[in-house]
């Protein structure tokens, strides 16, 4: 950076060398930003003005500039030196931990300001460069373990809770090949009643499993458009007419015809199915599940309630993270796996919005989202 370029501020409380340090810096070309007299007025004029390097004394008033110095490092990084009246070990260490890159004594001649500067920006870039290395590394780690942990759900799904419901296929399907002549009919009911609910519940989880995949190698395709969300909910209403007449349970869309979101179709519809299928699992026979949509700004927050067995407090904290197991028995003995749930929040995120949930044990539980309802 060309000389003539770098704003420099001075953070002084002593009048007479302030105005010093202000000749020799204009005397070798410097842009004077502003004089501070202590250190609070230091970091207001730093995030204020934006200045290239900051000349910071070491004793001030309200606050010294080492602190001074390590704020401006975590709220604006910008390049210091710092100047003082004493020279010491301590005081370099000091200097050192909160990010100061040179040091002056009183009073700083010209050339030595000028050096100061130098190297403080030089050694401030180097410490970006370091820092930013440190917070990729950090950002790689926790992505290799959000990997990690999605491949470990990933193969415990596999092995536990696919290869059940196939083993419970394969017997009850191998009892009815060998033994269908001798079945009576309510035996014959039974055992195509277990087929037909296991068929189905593997088919939700295949879907669900594949749709995972998906998101962890990026290949889900995304259309965003306009579209009314009280039909989408309709739509997949139908699909659980059977279990909702089965255990006796009402479901009300309660969303407006008239209100439009902006999403992908096929992710909300997708979020809805998840939801819904969650809701008549835990809800006991008679009970009742809700759908409500209000505005909010420009967002649409969705709600899925049903008035079921709800959930504790110490599952909710699991409900959303890929490294906790959590899954649990329906009222009717259905089994889910967590995963449609995990599904829903990376596709609420995918949209743009928020999922939360909130439940009473034996009370029931209310799982929430947002949508856009317009194009930013």
């Given at each position: ?6 704003k ?27 004089i ?14 934006k ?18 110095a ?23 260490e ?7 890159g ?7 001649k ?24 440190i ?27 696919l290869r059940s ?16 002549e ?9 055992y195509l ?10 088919s939700?989880l ?8 998906g ?33 006796e ?13 902006y ?17 008549v699992?835990?809800?006991?026979k ?21 008035n ?10 699991k ?28 596709m609420v ?5 928020e999922?939360?949930?909130e439940s009473?044990?034996g ?14």
């Amino acid at each position: 950076m060309d000389k003539g370029q770098i704003k420099v501020l001075i953070a002084e409380d002593d009048f007479l060398i302030a105005e010093e340090i202000s000749r020799s810096l204009k005397v070798s070309g410097y842009i004077l930003s502003g004089i501070a007299p202590n250190g609070l007025k230091a970091l207001e004029l730093t995030a204020l003005l934006k200045p290239d390097v900051v000349l910071m004394d070491i004793k001030m008033p309200k606050m010294d500039g080492i602190e001074a110095a390590r704020l401006i490092f975590e709220q604006c990084p910008t390049p210091i030196v710092i100047i003082t009246a004493h020279e010491s070990q301590d005081l370099i260490e000091k200097a050192s931990q909160v990010g100061i890159g040179a040091y002056l004594t009183k009073p700083p001649k010209s050339d030595e300001i000028d050096r100061a500067i130098i190297i403080a920006i030089a050694r401030h870039a180097d410490l970006m460069k370091s820092q930013k290395l440190i917070n990729d590394l950090e950002d790689s780690r926790k992505k290799l373990d959000e990997l990690n942990a999605s491949k470990d759900r990933f193969f415990s799904i596999l092995a536990h809770d696919l290869r059940s419901p196939v083993s419970a296929l394969a017997v009850f399907s191998d009892q009815l090949v060998h033994n269908i002549e001798t079945l009576s009919k309510p035996e014959l009911v039974e055992y195509l009643s277990v087929i037909h609910n296991t068929s189905k519940s593997l088919s939700e989880l295949l879907e669900n499993l594949l749709l995972w995949a998906g998101f962890q190698i990026n290949r889900v395709e995304f259309n965003m458009t306009n579209f009314c969300l009280h039909e989408i909910v309709n739509s997949v209403s139908i699909l659980f007419q059977a279990s909702l007449q089965s255990k006796e349970i009402r479901l009300h869309n309660n969303i407006s015809s008239d209100i439009q979101v902006y999403a992908d179709m096929e992710m909300v519809q997708t979020i809805f199915r998840n939801l819904v299928s969650n809701a008549v699992k835990f809800t006991p026979k008679g009970g009742k599940i809700e759908i409500l949509a209000e505005m909010d700004d420009n967002y649409i927050i969705i709600t899925v309630k049903d008035n079921g067995i709800g959930i504790s407090e110490s599952n909710i904290a699991k409900i959303f993270k890929i490294d906790e197991q959590f899954s649990s028995i329906g009222t009717d003995g259905e089994k889910g796996t967590g995963l449609g749930l995990l599904l829903c929040q990376e596709m609420v995120k995918k949209n743009g919005g928020e999922i939360w949930v909130e439940s009473i044990p034996g009370d029931g539980t209310s799982f929430s989202f947002t949508l856009r309802n317009k194009a930013n």
